[in-house]
């Protein structure tokens, strides 16, 4: 079982700045893609960011590329978004996520509200 658990969201005014972190457990976290999503109010949810396990490699959407930044800290067994130049478009629910290939499953974190004001 893999737990994780976001923080970091809040209300913030078109233009600024917030950084999200999801905290995993497990002794394996090193081990994971993990994935930022974000469902928009009345919308599905989407893809933001992957990283891989070592954190040499990124993919964003179309969306957010050029502002958010994902990044991981493997000792500390967190990933983080930095999400810069935020827009009222960005308001939604952000989850961190991972998929376990040898046990085909996700899991998701409960999700933390972002909310852009213009």
């Known amino acids: 079982q893999v737990q994780l658990v976001e923080s970091g969201g809040g209300l913030v005014q078109a233009g600024g700045s917030l950084r999200l972190s999801c905290a995993a457990s497990?002794?394996?976290?090193?081990?994971?893609?993990m994935g930022w999503f974000r469902q928009p109010p009345g919308k599905e949810r989407e893809f933001v960011a992957t990283?891989?396990?070592?954190?040499?490699?990124?993919i964003y959407a179309d969306s957010v590329k050029g502002r958010f930044t994902i990044s991981r800290d493997n000792a500390k067994n967190t990933v983080y978004l930095q999400m810069n130049s935020l827009k009222p478009e960005d308001t939604a629910v952000y989850y961190c996520?991972?998929?376990?290939?040898?046990?085909?499953?996700?899991?998701w974190g409960q999700g933390t509200q972002v909310t852009v004001s213009s």
């Open positions: 497990g002794r394996t976290f090193r081990s994971y893609v």
């Open positions: 996520s991972t998929y376990i290939l040898s046990r085909k499953v996700r899991y």
């Open positions: 990283i891989s396990s070592s954190g040499d490699r990124t």
